[in-house]
Nanobody
Framework: QVQLVESGGGLVQAGGSLRLSCAAS????????MGWFRQAPGKEREFVGA???????????DYADSVRGRFTISRDNANDMVYLQMNSLNPEDTAVYYC??????????????WGPGTQVTVSS
């Protein structure tokens, strides 16, 4: 089981940017798909994006339509970190953001591990 801890959340104005970080520990990290989900008040948790390794230093990232072109996921396997760069934020992006890890197949529905989450609030 991998342990995940997010950081970097906070309050930002609409149009601004924020970068979330996720530190992983517990077992081999480089083989996992890593990603991000979010949950807004009164809504279900939703997939934001994920990144998987497809070759030596080669990765593939997938994103939800609502964030594609604005959010970017990256990872640093040497330091067991994954990041979510969020640009052009709007109030609809306000949510608790969760880091997740697991297998690529089925990741959007149910990754294996979750972090405790970090709050992102976008003011209008």
């Amino acid at each position: 089981q991998v342990q995940l801890v997010e950081s970097g959340g906070g309050l930002v104005q609409a149009g601004g940017s924020l970068r979330l970080s996720c530190a992983a520990s517990g077992r081999t990290f480089s083989r996992d798909t890593m990603g991000w989900f979010r949950q807004a008040p009164g809504k279900e948790r939703e997939f934001v994006g994920a990144i998987k390794r497809i070759g030596v230093n080669t990765y593939y990232a997938d994103y939800a339509d609502s964030v594609r072109g604005r959010f970017t996921i990256s990872r640093d396997n040497a330091n067991d970190m994954v990041y979510l760069q969020m640009n052009s934020l709007n109030p609809e992006d306000t949510a608790v953001y969760y880091c997740a890890a697991g297998a690529w197949e089925g990741f959007r529905q149910k990754p294996g591990s979750w972090g405790p989450g970090t709050q992102v609030t976008v003011s209008s």
